[in-house]
């Protein structure tokens, strides 16, 4: 005895039961609806975009990567951290660099500063850490410029680091860093008007969190009722819409909870509620309207008591929805396969959320129906709604004894449509005469199914190709919601610097040997940049920052030790508290003591301090005074006189390196003994103010590592996805670097390296899922060939809606690389859910005794519009997400609704009907399920129809068919 036959002896103990005990039924679904409207809000308040590896094996890339990241995070925590940004703008479009700026940035330091718990916060990082306006420059060097300021100057970027457990109290952090810049913009009301506006990486996961809910309330909003209106249109009753009613409402809560459930063990990614509430929803219609269709029609079409066909229903429509429901499972679980939490999140949470809807519809249904027949006793028949009115793809065929004349037309009989005779008498005296749309179609379609073959192995070879070669990208672009305030911020971000400035490509370099701060270091580490350089040809190097790449060039560590001497971050502040220390009880004294330092140096101070004192001149100005002094001295020293100084007010950054070695080429051993004092006047002059340690110190980690930033025009398409293939390949070899160690790190690189880690194992899944779904189909119908075929079909319908996918996006924004993983699992579900409606209803109908070709027309007779009303409602569940924010959201739902468009419109209508027809009686094999004649006077309240499998259902259990459980037998 197969499983099957198992079912049919179960069935009426179960709805026995079912009714029996109907209290306990509705108590528990009541306490599952508490639990749900209970805790299902709260996992929407934990919503992700992180994708995390949970298993990278051993000795792979993935490993790599991950360890890299691990690095950088603890070495550069504000480098690799995410962060909440700030832009401050000027509305006159003038320079945002001004006092009102300095103080907006000093209220936000002092904010963070004070923000509890310590450490959630890591601090503050402008453009004043590094450069600050003087007396002879009001604009930064271009380097500096670079990193903080955008749109023409009138707005710059003030960033807050966050420790990544901020997620944990993200919308805590969010309002708290909102509370800091609203208290900052009290700074900005005079003299010049200023606008500060918040994004990053916070604000858009706080805004991620919004869209996700709003994409919910899509769907529950604009698809439920349509799908409600398609269902009542359908049964034409009010009384019977009720059921799928509640039953919908009730799975959607289960879903809910089970998301909840399933977010204590793991991070519920932001992709799992739409999709199970889509998943949930067109689920819950189809199941219901399913098992109240085959209900409906044994009511109202073959006059069976209630009861008994709530039984036969059960055991037919029942066990389909559950063989429909395992396999959609089964394909979800598959996504557990794949070694990212989000796979796993989603796979767990659809998966049991399909197998509560297949219980909710077992025991809510039968349940509702035996406890209150009466109420529904007329609406199976009559309807209570649309006067009876029904689409005209529904219309039932008239009774025997009207004198209608059909309308169909497919053999050219004068108007009439005649069946093959063997079709006729299956007719019992309740069936029609006149033969429905489907019939028509159906012989259609066996008259031309050569035809219909050809045309879809044509349209395999022209659009299936194209998976091959679709562009995918992880672009934040098409993860985060666009037309939220964060994801215009980022665009505008994007536009000034581009997408490679804004998520870098990071080259982690280690000494092996000493401090990176040295000569050798530096020139290993201009062969290494070398040496990437040329293996990036076909990538498109935007730029690249690092301590010896400065400003377009490389550079040598002394250089660079030559600009920390003149690093200024104070402004000259310490310098003139030291000058002050120096000078004598008056300014005569300190020009003295200067004039024995070199003759030089006294005839320029004393030029310079000539003149009388005015009474009342605050000190501070005199040393001001003689701070200048020192400055004309480094100007003569140098032998540059005023150009020198005018270059180095121009281009303060390339002045100062060659400024030094004049003067120790043009005074010799004199600028040599006086160096300590020149620089000492130069950095007082308070002329240039700009901390070099503190750049030194962003990019350098215990003197033993340090990182290079590589901005890649497009660092998440495919030219860099084949420049780390080839980099984790050793494209550059470490031995050919015995001084340095290296590894790639990055928001890019990691996901790109998670998405072709992840890609590697889509076929191995393909296999087992494909593999799994077929051995369930053989365990349904006990036929190898139908297993087989349902896979072949399966796979060129999902090979179709990849190849339409590819050509739509390739092109532009590339297909988000979560797409084909996620929808993979849920279409060879949804295919295999069509295909299982269509063969129950053809393998009823031979196993009555008709031909393969009459019980192909059959099945589609019974359950064409089923799978059609079906096809639609699942396509308007997931249409609600083509209104999502998220390009990831709407490259999920046109994949689905163009399958489940293209699966119910040409394969289980078409495609899979002529390759029946072809196959013959080799469908069931090994079964042999021989034709036989029906007899013509089977009628009777108490007969069951002829088309129906199974035992009656009160009778015997050894009614079963006789193919159930059996190799090779003939019926």
């Known amino acids: 005895m197969g499983v099957r036959g198992l079912w049919v002896q179960f069935t009426p103990f179960f709805v026995d039961s079912l009714k029996e005990h109907r209290h306990i039924v509705a108590s528990f679904w009541g306490v599952i609806v508490i639990l749900g409207l209970h805790f299902g809000p709260i996992a929407l308040e934990n919503i992700t975009s992180d994708i995390r590896v949970i298993t990278s094996g051993t000795d792979t890339y993935m490993q790599e990567s991950l360890r890299a990241a691990d690095e950088l995070l603890e070495m550069f925590p504000r480098l690799a951290s995410e962060k909440a940004l700030i832009r401050l703008s000027r509305d006159d479009k003038g320079f945002v660099v001004n006092d009102q700026a300095a103080t907006f940035v000093e209220s936000i330091q002092e904010s963070v500063s004070n923000f509890r718990p310590e450490g959630l916060l890591l601090g503050v990082s402008s453009i004043y850490d590094y450069w600050k306006p ?7 060097p271009g380097f500096i410029k670079d990193l903080f300021i955008i749109n023409q100057g009138s707005a710059m970027i003030i960033t807050i680091t966050l420790n990544m457990s901020y997620t944990d109290q993200l919308e805590y952090v969010s309002d708290a860093v909102k509370a800091m810049v609203t208290h900052a913009e009290t700074q900005l009301l005079s003299p010049v008007r200023m606008t500060a506006t918040v994004g990053g990486d916070l604000m858009m996961r706080q805004d991620l969190s919004v869209a996700v809910q709003a994409d919910i309330a899509i769907v529950h909003s604009l698809t439920l009722p349509i799908a409600m209106a398609m269902l009542a249109v359908f049964f034409r009753s009010i009384k019977i819409m009720l059921v799928p009613a509640i039953t919908i409402t009730l799975s959607l809560i289960t879903a809910t909870l089970i998301a909840y459930t399933v977010s204590l063990f793991m991070p519920l990614h932001y992709l799992v509620p739409g999709l199970v509430a889509s998943i949930t929803m067109a689920c819950s219609v189809d199941y219901s309207l399913f098992f ?6 044994e009511v109202a079409d073959k006059q069976t008591p209630i009861l008994k066909a709530i039984k036969i229903s059960t055991e037919n429509a029942g066990y389909t929805v559950m063989t429909s429901g395992l396999g959609l499972s089964l394909g979800f679980v598959s996504l557990c396969l794949f070694p990212i939490d989000a796979m796993v999140c989603a796979g767990i949470s659809c998966a049991a959320s ?49 004198e209608k004349e059909p309308a169909h037309d497919v053999n050219g009989n004068n108007g009439h449509f005649n069946p093959p005779e063997p079709l006729k008498n299956t007719m019992s005296q309740s069936e029609p005469r006149e033969i429905l749309w489907w019939d028509a179609f159906g012989w259609w379609v066996i008259k031309q199914k050569y035809l219909i073959i050809i045309g879809g192995c044509v349209l395999a070879l022209v659009v299936c190709p194209a998976t091959l070669s679709t562009v995918y990208t992880s672009s934040p672009q098409v993860i985060f919601p666009n037309g939220y305030p964060s994801m215009n911020f980022a665009r505008e971000l994007i536009d000034s610097y581009g997408e490679g400035m804004i998520w870098p490509t990071l080259l982690l370099l280690k000494s092996k040997e000493g401090s990176v701060l040295s000569d050798d270091f530096f020139r290993a580490s201009e062969r290494l940049l070398r040496r990437v350089n040329e293996t990036m040809s076909n990538a498109e190097v935007q730029s690249v920052i690092g301590l010896m790449y400065l400003d377009g060039g490389y550079t040598r560590w002394s250089d660079l030790e030559v600009m920390v001497d003149f690093a200024n971050g104070d402004c000259g502040a310490k310098e003139r508290s030291v ?50 002094a020192f400055g004309a001295l480094l100007g003569q020293a140098a032998r540059k006189g005023s150009d020198s100084i005018q270059h180095a007010r121009a281009h303060p950054a390339d002045a100062i ?24 006047g130069a950095k007082a002059t308070g002329a240039l103010c700009l901390d070099i340690e503190a750049m030194i110190s962003q990019y350098v980690y215990d003197n033993r590592s340090t990182v290079v930033l590589i901005s890649m ?27 340095i160690t290296f590894s790639i790190s990055g928001f890019g690189p990691n996901y790109l390296s998670m998405q072709m880690y992840t890609l590697s194992w ?19 119908y006990s036929s190898v060939v139908i297993a087989i075929r349902s896979a072949l079909t399966n796979l060129f319908s999902i090979s179709f809606v990849f190849g339409v996918l590819s050509l739509i996006y390739s092109d532009t924004v590339g297909v988000t690389w979560l797409v084909p993983i996620v929808t993979f699992s849920i279409l060879i579900g949804l295919n295999m859910d069509y295909d299982v409606f269509l063969i129950t209803g053809i393998l009823e109908a031979k196993t009555a005794g008709l031909s393969t070709d009459e019980a192909i027309v059959k099945g589609m007779v019974v359950n064409g ?62 079964l042999t399920i021989a034709s036989k004649p029906r007899n013509k006077e089977s009628n009777g309240e108490g007969d069951r129809d002829p088309l129906h499998t199974g035992p009656r259902s009160d009778g015997p259990a050894s009614a079963s068919p006789a193919y159930i459980g059996s190799d090779t037998r003939h019926v």
């Open 134 to 140: 003087t007396w002879a420059f009001s604009e930064p």
């Open 292 to 297: 109240l269709a085959r209900l409906k029609d």
């Open 354 to 402: 399909i197998m509560a809807i297949v219980f909710i519809n077992l025991t809510v249904i039968p349940t509702m129906i035996c406890t209150w027949p009466q109420f529904f006793e007329k609406s199976w028949t009559k309807g209570d709604c649309f006067n009876g009115w029904q689409l005209p793809s529904i219309i039932r065929p008239e009774v025997a004894g009207d």
């Open 579 to 628: 000058l002050r220390n120096q000078m004598a009880s008056s300014i005569t004294d300190t020009a003295h003591v200067a004039a024995e330092l070199a003759s030089t140096a006294g005839n320029a101070i004393q030029g310079v301090l000539s003149g009388p004192t005015p009474n009342g001149v605050p000190q501070e100005d005199q040393v001001a005074k003689l701070a200048g």
């Open 657 to 680: 390196e060659p400024g030094v070695r004049g003067i120790s080429k043009s005074v010799g051993d004199v600028a040599s003994s006086l160096q300590r004092e020149i620089v000492l």
């Open 713 to 739: 025009l497009h660092p998440f398409g495919n030219e860099m996805e084949s420049w780390l293939r080839e980099f984790y390949a050793g494209s550059i070899v470490a031995s050919d670097f015995p001084e």
């Open 762 to 780: 889509f076929l191995s899944v393909i296999f087992i899922t494909g593999s799994a779904i077929s051995v369930v189909l053989f365990l349904s």
């Open 865 to 926: 519009n089923v799978i059609g009303v079906a096809g639609v409602i699942m396509a308007t569940a997931f249409g609600g997400l083509l209104f999502s924010s998220t390009v990831l959201n709407q490259q999920l739902a046109l994949v689905i609704i163009i399958d489940v468009l293209f699966d119910t419109v040409f394969i289980q209508s078409m495609f899979v009907p002529a390759i029946m027809a072809v196959l013959g009686e080799k469908n069931w094999w090994p």
